[in-house]
């Protein structure tokens, strides 16, 4: 019972983990297409 515990608690936080990651990777994403898009504004002013 406790092996298995253990094994959950494991479990729990690769999940925290995974879902922290797929949100910093999405946050870094949008932020670079804004750099994206302001330096494209810039280029055509």
Not at 13 to 26: P, Q, S
Request: proline share 0%; hydrophobic share 50%.
């Amino acid at each position: 019972m406790i092996v298995n515990n253990l094994i959950d608690d494991n479990l729990i936080v690769n999940n925290l983990i995974a879902n922290n990651l797929i949100i910093d990777k999405t946050f870094i994403l949008s932020i670079n297409i804004n750099i994206y898009t302001h330096l494209l504004s810039y280029s055509t002013t």
